[in-house]
């Protein structure tokens, strides 16, 4: 998969996630690729995550067989804060891996084991309310995943969870 460098000025949600996407590198040895937030693409009448590049050019998402292991995040809104209160993001995160290949040596679902990975580096960077799925972890998109792709050896799991961000909509 194509690797997406970090942005030189990230602002308000992409600053937020920036932080993670640096910790999640640094942290979790296993993950091949981290991408910053998507955007609802279309790709033949169906919704697809695109992350965006430079220009118009665009990144297709979907899990193929090709991936090791990869994640990006997913921005489901704000809410600012009253006067000097804190406004609160609300995002997403999901994961796609192929057990096999993130560890040759292990031969049983080890998916929770790298949940506790994610979850640990999510709250030492200021997350909460996370809450963890390994079910319909793509609702969000319209496109079908092979179904040997929705079977062991591969797993997927998306977190949902809040951060607070400064109540400034205007700093530039």
């Excluded at 609300?90 to 080890?110: C, E, G, H, I, P």
């Excluded at 591969?154 to 607070?164: A, E, L, Q, T, W």
Aim: glycine share 4%; net charge negative.
């Amino acid at each position: 998969m194509k690797t997406i460098g970090y942005y030189t000025d990230p602002r308000l949600a992409e600053s937020k996630i920036q932080t993670l996407r640096q910790a999640f590198d640094t942290a979790l040895t296993w993950l091949d690729n981290s991408y910053p937030l998507v955007l609802l693409g279309v790709v033949e009448d169906e919704t697809i995550p695109l992350v965006y590049l430079s220009g118009a050019d665009s990144y297709d998402l979907r899990p193929n067989d090709d991936v090791d292991s990869y994640c990006f995040f997913e921005f489901y809104g704000y809410t600012p804060g009253d006067d000097q209160d804190m406004g609160v993001y609300d995002f997403a995160v999901v994961f796609w891996l192929d057990l096999t290949k993130v560890n040759t040596s292990r031969t049983q679902d080890y998916t929770w084991n790298l949940i506790s990975h994610v979850l640990k580096v999510m709250r030492d960077n200021k997350c909460y309310n996370m809450s963890v799925s390994l079910d319909d972890i793509f609702d969000r998109y319209s496109f079908d995943l092979d179904k040997q792709q929705l079977m062991r050896r591969y797993s997927g799991f998306r977190v949902s969870f809040n951060m607070y961000g400064v109540n400034a909509f205007c700093t530039v």
